[in-house]
Each structure stands twice: as C-alpha cells, then as structure tokens.
C-alpha cells in the first residue's frame, strides 16, 4: 500500500504533466539552438566545405546525443513520479538551466577545434562538463528527494528504482570529468569522451525501460483497503 503524506501536510503537491510540458518544451528549444550553429558549405565545394567543418559536426553530435540520453532519462524518471512537491520543481529547474546551457558551449568547442586554439578548446570542453554537471547535479538531487518522498511515487518500488538511478549518475560524472580533464591533450578526445555519456544513459535506460512499468495508483475515494 502506498504511503500518503500526513492529513496535516502543508506541504503543496501537484501533478507532474505541467512540468514534464515544460521540461520538454526546454529540451526541444536545446535542440533546435544545436542545429542553428552547424555550418552552411560553400556553394560548389559542399564535399570540401562539410569536412572542413568536421567539428561542428561532432560537436552537434555529442551535444544532440547529450541531451537525447538525458530526455529519455528524465521521461523514465517521471513515470514513476504521480506528483510534485516544491524540491522537485527546484531541482528540475537546476536540470534545466545546463540544458538551456549547453548549446553554448557547443557552439565553442566546434570553433576553438576549427580554429586550432588549443587554449580555448579547453575552456569550451571545462564549460561542457560544467553544464554537463549541472544537470546531473540537479538529476541526482531528483533521485535522493524522491527516494525518501515515497509518498510521490506512483508505487514504494520506485524508491529502489530512485536509489539505482541515483547510482548511474555519479558514475556517469565520471567520463565527464575525464573528458574536461582530457581537453588538455585534446579537445576532440573530449568531445569523444563527451559521447560515452549519452552511451551510457541510452544502456541504462534500455534496461530500465525493458521492465514493465508501474501501475497507476487507485487513488478512488473508498476503493482502497
């Protein structure tokens, strides 16, 4: 049975789709900003002009992968959420300001490998990962919230699910530190580095997905024993 907040709460809750609207809405602006700064190729020389702009291009793609990876995630995670309180507005909020970050820094790292600027590839990919951080700071805060707020979740399985999800994130932080910390050698082994992330979020949720989801709380006044 699940456990409810007490008769005298004065905590506020709310349903989760204004948010999940929202979040997507971010997201879909992320993607969208990605696309805008890939080059145009020179009219006659398009073959030329593509490869030239080879790291726009990777970029892109671990920036799309990125958040592709984290818009899955974050779809799974509210599954298994039926309602919201205000730390979970706030931490989804954090979520959101390094997606609406991460262009930018996107946008840098494909001109300082385009340019030959070593100094500032490093910059551009220490940005990535500090926007790249910021959202899972903000996903691991979501985790632990919920796991002990079983209260929200649609079934008292789903605190596991925020223990094992909590879990994934700090080891993927991992390949993101490597990756800034790779910068110095090489800001195109970073962006490469960048892609593992996406990997293993895409592994992750392949496997959480490949359970079957949970069953919407009977919340009918008087049904419930």
Known sequence: ??????????TPTRETGRVEA?????????????????????????????AEHWPSFLAYAAAFFTLAAIWVHHHALFAQIRRVEPPVLLLNLLLLLGISLLPWPTSLIAMAIQDGNHLDGVIAC???????LIVMCGWLGLSIVLAHRPHLLVEDSGVEWMRSNAREVLVAGIPV???AAAAFLNPALALALFIAVPIYFFYSTSRVRSRPDPEPADTTPGERR
């Open 177 to 179: 530190v490597l990756a």
């Open 126 to 132: 220490g940005l990535f990962a500090a926007a790249s």
């Open 22 to 50: 929202f979040t997507d809405g971010v997201f879909a602006i992320a993607i969208t900003l990605l696309v805008l700064d890939l080059p145009i190729p020179t009219s006659g020389n398009f073959a030329g002009s593509l």
């Open 1 to 10: 049975m699940m456990r409810g907040p007490s008769a005298g709460s004065a």
